[in-house]
T-cell receptor
Framework: DQQVKQNSPSLSVQEGRISILNCDYT??????FLWYKKYPAEGPTFLIS?????DKNEDGRFTVFLNKSAKHLSLHIVPSQPGDSAVYFC?????????????FGKGTSLLVTP | DGGITQSPKYLFRKEGQNVTLSCEQN?????MYWYRQDPGQGLRLIYY???????QKGDIAEGYSVSREKKESFPLTVTSAQKNPTAFYLC???????????FGAGTRLSVL
């Protein structure tokens, strides 16, 4: 049962524009959320995170927004650059039988075109 | 350069064979993890280790085994009991358990 859903498998954005990647979750016990970025043939790299006590976290061009009532978070990249082209995974965690294990979405492939 | 090294990059398994995937980290992290990724799917947790000589089953541990004899190393054995082993395997580590995880480049396992 997929508890973290990224419903858009792919997204194409023009360079300089905003990229918005969305993530929905079903488990109301999730209290920590992360975004990872993955290039082909490499492991995911941590990008940005947010705790459930906040609704926004910003790091340079990357901002994550959390809407707890809607069980929705989004990653904004402004301005988008061709080097941002990668697969982005949303992940969430909560205390469970497996500890605070991460639950990953299926990923969204972002293509930033010049 | 600190990081996580997984080897081999590609691995093939014959029917009934056990194979071992290597994961080494020089980040001085206490916690290590193994994940499996299938095409079009998210990562699923196989095993994790909080500290040397300790490890726990994740969500899909059946058909896999691990050991943690050294802080730097967390090898994963895919046993013949794992009937569908073809997947991309990722190893990760973190300073302490459940802290932000850093991933290796992965091993792609296929069945001959």
């Amino acid at each position: 049962d997929q508890q973290v859903k990224q419903n858009s498998p792919s997204l194409s954005v023009q360079e300089g524009r905003i990229s918005i990647l969305n993530c929905d979750y079903t488990n109301s016990m999730f209290d920590y959320f992360l975004w990872y970025k993955k290039y082909p043939a490499e492991g995911p790299t941590f990008l940005i995170s947010i705790s459930s006590i906040k609704d926004k976290n910003e790091d340079g061009r990357f901002t994550v927004f959390l809407n707890k009532s809607a069980k929705h978070l989004s990653l904004h990249i402004v301005p988008s650059q061709p080097g941002d082209s990668a697969v982005y995974f949303c992940a969430a965690s909560a205390n469970s039988n497996s500890g605070y294990a991460l639950n990953f979405g299926k990923g969204t492939s972002l293509l930033v075109t010049p | 350069d600190g990081g996580i090294t997984q080897s081999p990059k590609y691995l093939f398994r014959k029917e009934g064979q056990n194979v071992t995937l290597s994961c080494e980290q020089n980040l001085n992290h206490d916690a290590m993890y193994w994940y499996r990724q299938d095409p079009g799917q998210g990562l699923r947790l196989i095993y994790y280790s909080q500290i040397v000589n300790d490890f726990q089953k994740g969500d899909i541990a059946e058909g896999y085994s691990v050991s943690r004899e050294k802080k730097e190393s967390f090898p994963l054995t895919v046993t013949s009991a794992q009937k569908n082993p073809t997947a991309f395997y990722l190893c990760a580590s973190s300073t302490v358990l459940w802290d932000i995880q850093y991933f290796g480049a992965g091993t792609r396992l296929s069945v001959l």
